[in-house]
Nanobody, 130 residues
Framework: QVQLVESGGASVQAGGSLRLACAAS????????LAWFRQAPGKEREGVAS????????YYADSVKGRFTISQDFGENMVYLQMDSLKPEDTAKYYC???????????????????????WGQGTQVNVSS
Protein backbone atom coordinates (compact mmCIF):
# COMPACT_ATOMS: atom_id res chain seq x y z
CA GLN A 1 0.00 0.00 0.00
CA VAL A 2 1.54 3.28 -1.12
CA GLN A 3 1.53 6.02 1.50
CA LEU A 4 2.21 9.67 0.76
CA VAL A 5 2.90 12.42 3.28
CA GLU A 6 3.19 16.06 2.21
CA SER A 7 4.92 18.89 4.01
CA GLY A 8 6.11 22.42 3.37
CA GLY A 9 2.88 24.36 3.03
CA ALA A 10 2.87 27.87 4.46
CA SER A 11 1.63 31.42 4.03
CA VAL A 12 3.75 33.64 1.80
CA GLN A 13 3.46 36.92 -0.03
CA ALA A 14 3.02 37.15 -3.78
CA GLY A 15 6.34 36.79 -5.57
CA GLY A 16 7.71 34.51 -2.91
CA SER A 17 8.79 30.88 -3.08
CA LEU A 18 7.95 27.63 -1.32
CA ARG A 19 9.17 24.08 -1.62
CA LEU A 20 6.71 21.29 -0.98
CA ALA A 21 7.90 17.79 -0.18
CA CYS A 22 6.19 14.43 -0.45
CA ALA A 23 7.56 11.35 1.29
CA ALA A 24 6.46 8.13 -0.39
CA SER A 25 6.56 4.60 1.00
CA UNK A 26 5.13 1.17 0.30
CA UNK A 27 5.93 0.94 -3.41
CA UNK A 28 4.80 -2.43 -4.75
CA UNK A 29 5.56 -2.10 -8.50
CA UNK A 30 8.59 -0.89 -10.44
CA UNK A 31 7.25 2.42 -11.69
CA UNK A 32 4.88 5.12 -10.57
CA UNK A 33 3.60 8.39 -11.91
CA LEU A 34 3.94 10.92 -9.09
CA ALA A 35 2.00 14.14 -9.28
CA TRP A 36 1.03 17.28 -7.44
CA PHE A 37 -2.57 18.39 -7.57
CA ARG A 38 -4.17 21.38 -5.90
CA GLN A 39 -7.66 22.33 -4.89
CA ALA A 40 -8.94 25.76 -3.93
CA PRO A 41 -12.24 26.23 -2.08
CA GLY A 42 -15.17 25.86 -4.45
CA LYS A 43 -12.98 24.68 -7.33
CA GLU A 44 -12.19 21.32 -8.86
CA ARG A 45 -8.95 19.55 -8.12
CA GLU A 46 -6.34 20.64 -10.66
CA GLY A 47 -3.25 18.77 -11.82
CA VAL A 48 -0.13 20.89 -11.37
CA ALA A 49 2.89 18.75 -12.26
CA SER A 50 3.90 15.11 -12.63
CA UNK A 51 7.03 12.99 -12.97
CA UNK A 52 7.70 9.28 -13.35
CA UNK A 53 9.83 7.53 -10.75
CA UNK A 54 13.44 7.26 -11.85
CA UNK A 55 13.05 9.50 -14.90
CA UNK A 56 13.41 13.17 -15.73
CA UNK A 57 10.30 13.43 -17.89
CA UNK A 58 8.00 16.04 -16.41
CA TYR A 59 4.61 17.53 -17.18
CA TYR A 60 3.21 20.87 -16.07
CA ALA A 61 -0.10 22.67 -16.13
CA ASP A 62 0.02 25.79 -18.29
CA SER A 63 -0.84 27.90 -15.25
CA VAL A 64 2.43 27.00 -13.49
CA LYS A 65 4.80 26.38 -16.39
CA GLY A 66 8.00 28.35 -15.91
CA ARG A 67 7.28 29.02 -12.22
CA PHE A 68 7.01 25.55 -10.65
CA THR A 69 9.48 22.69 -10.85
CA ILE A 70 8.80 19.08 -9.91
CA SER A 71 11.75 16.90 -8.98
CA GLN A 72 12.50 13.71 -7.12
CA ASP A 73 15.09 12.01 -5.01
CA PHE A 74 14.51 8.49 -6.27
CA GLY A 75 16.75 6.86 -3.69
CA GLU A 76 14.95 8.57 -0.83
CA ASN A 77 11.45 8.16 -2.34
CA MET A 78 10.88 11.91 -2.14
CA VAL A 79 9.08 14.17 -4.59
CA TYR A 80 9.38 17.94 -4.45
CA LEU A 81 7.51 20.88 -5.88
CA GLN A 82 9.54 24.07 -6.03
CA MET A 83 7.16 26.99 -6.41
CA ASP A 84 8.58 30.37 -7.43
CA SER A 85 6.95 33.67 -8.33
CA LEU A 86 3.88 32.66 -6.38
CA LYS A 87 0.60 34.39 -7.13
CA PRO A 88 -2.55 34.74 -5.01
CA GLU A 89 -4.30 32.39 -7.43
CA ASP A 90 -1.85 29.65 -6.38
CA THR A 91 -3.60 29.56 -2.99
CA ALA A 92 -4.92 26.03 -2.50
CA LYS A 93 -4.42 22.79 -0.69
CA TYR A 94 -1.72 20.84 -2.47
CA TYR A 95 -1.85 17.08 -2.69
CA CYS A 96 0.73 14.50 -3.63
CA UNK A 97 -0.63 11.60 -5.70
CA UNK A 98 0.67 8.35 -7.16
CA UNK A 99 -0.45 6.00 -9.91
CA UNK A 100 1.09 2.72 -11.02
CA UNK A 101 3.01 3.04 -14.30
CA UNK A 102 4.92 5.80 -16.03
CA UNK A 103 3.25 9.15 -16.59
CA UNK A 104 3.61 8.66 -20.34
CA UNK A 105 0.79 6.10 -20.09
CA UNK A 106 -1.69 8.86 -19.29
CA UNK A 107 -2.81 11.81 -21.43
CA UNK A 108 -0.99 14.98 -20.32
CA UNK A 109 1.02 12.96 -17.85
CA UNK A 110 -2.09 12.30 -15.81
CA UNK A 111 -2.70 15.95 -14.98
CA UNK A 112 -6.07 16.14 -16.65
CA UNK A 113 -7.82 13.58 -14.48
CA UNK A 114 -7.33 12.99 -10.77
CA UNK A 115 -9.07 9.61 -11.05
CA UNK A 116 -5.95 8.19 -12.71
CA UNK A 117 -4.30 8.33 -9.32
CA UNK A 118 -5.21 5.80 -6.68
CA UNK A 119 -2.98 7.01 -3.89
CA TRP A 120 -3.21 10.39 -2.20
CA GLY A 121 -1.64 12.24 0.67
CA GLN A 122 -3.56 14.32 3.19
CA GLY A 123 -2.56 17.62 1.59
CA THR A 124 -0.67 20.72 2.69
CA GLN A 125 -2.07 24.24 2.61
CA VAL A 126 -0.45 27.04 0.62
CA ASN A 127 -1.69 30.59 1.07
CA VAL A 128 -0.37 33.41 -1.10
CA SER A 129 -1.30 36.96 -0.13
CA SER A 130 -1.13 39.98 -2.40
Amino acid sequence: QVQLVESGGASVQAGGSLRLACAASGYTVDSYCLAWFRQAPGKEREGVASISTGTSRTYYADSVKGRFTISQDFGENMVYLQMDSLKPEDTAKYYCAAAGGYCTLFPRGGLGRSSYFGYWGQGTQVNVSS
